[in-house]
């Protein structure tokens, strides 16, 4: 059964630093990875999919990368502001399930 | 505009009640989805529909049901079963079995959070 990790759980940062994001999973025969940004209390919002043929894809300050051999992604935040405060969660979808495995989510903190 | 519609924001349960949580689209995907969020955690699927008239348990369905009576609908029923239902709950929906699974990405509505009395 597929199993998806993130680290850390919370991250506080500096206005500017330029930051990274974990995302682990167990099983990599995966169709594609998504990551999502989550505000309080709201839904998720789509920031990047990578296909399970690519290695990397990028929008706009982000840039997310995918190794399956060694079931890891990353997120990558440059120049962060204060308004990039938020959970983020990654996902993947398996061979023959429709349905999204998310992570536990990593709450990040971008101090002004 | 296109989207995903969740209502109402917020829901009181009391015990032994049955509550309906509403999900409507407009985006003409044949998939939906229903999960849960507990605090400090990931989304776990409770359960999906691929097509009207057919759904299909996710890994936590116990205590709740659902109907597809419509393409843009899929209501979600807490029943008493349903012990420990306080949560937040999110609908989501994709274009559904294209050949496309690759670039497939789901839609997610604002979310309704179900807190019991």
């Known amino acids: 059964k597929q199993e998806v990790t993130q680290i850390p759980a919370a991250l506080s940062v500096p206005e500017g630093e330029n930051l990274v994001l974990n995302c682990s999973f167990t099983d990599s025969a995966i169709y594609n990875l998504q990551w999502f940004r989550q505000d309080p209390g709201k839904g998720l919002t789509s920031l990047l999919l990578i296909q399970s043929s690519q290695r990397e894809q990028t929008s706009g300050r982000l840039n997310a990368s995918l190794d399956k051999s060694s079931g890891r992604s990353t997120l990558y935040i440059a120049a962060s502001q204060p308004g990039d405060s938020a959970t983020y969660l990654c996902?993947?979808?398996?061979?023959?399930?429709?349905?999204?495995?998310f992570g536990s989510g990593t709450r990040l903190q971008v101090q002004p | 505009d296109g989207g995903i519609t969740q209502s109402p924001k917020y829901l009181f349960r009391k015990e032994g009640q049955n509550v309906t949580l509403s999900c409507e689209q407009n985006l003409n995907h044949d998939a939906m989805y229903w999960y849960r969020q507990d605090p400090g955690q990931g989304l776990r699927l409770i359960y999906y529909?691929?097509?009207?008239?057919?759904?299909q348990k996710g890994d936590i369905a116990e205590g709740y049901s659902v109907s597809r009576e419509k393409k843009e609908s899929f209501p979600l029923t807490v029943t008493s079963a349903q012990k420990n239902p306080t949560a937040f709950y999110l609908c989501?929906?994709?274009?559904?079995?294209?050949?496309?699974?690759?670039?497939?990405?789901?839609?997610f509505g604002p979310g309704t959070r179900l807190l019991v009395l």
């Open positions: 996902a993947v979808r398996d061979p023959g399930r429709r349905a999204l495995t």
């Open positions: 529909s691929q097509i009207v008239n057919d759904f």
């Open positions: 989501a929906s994709s274009i559904g079995p294209s050949g496309q699974e690759e670039k497939e990405t789901q839609y």
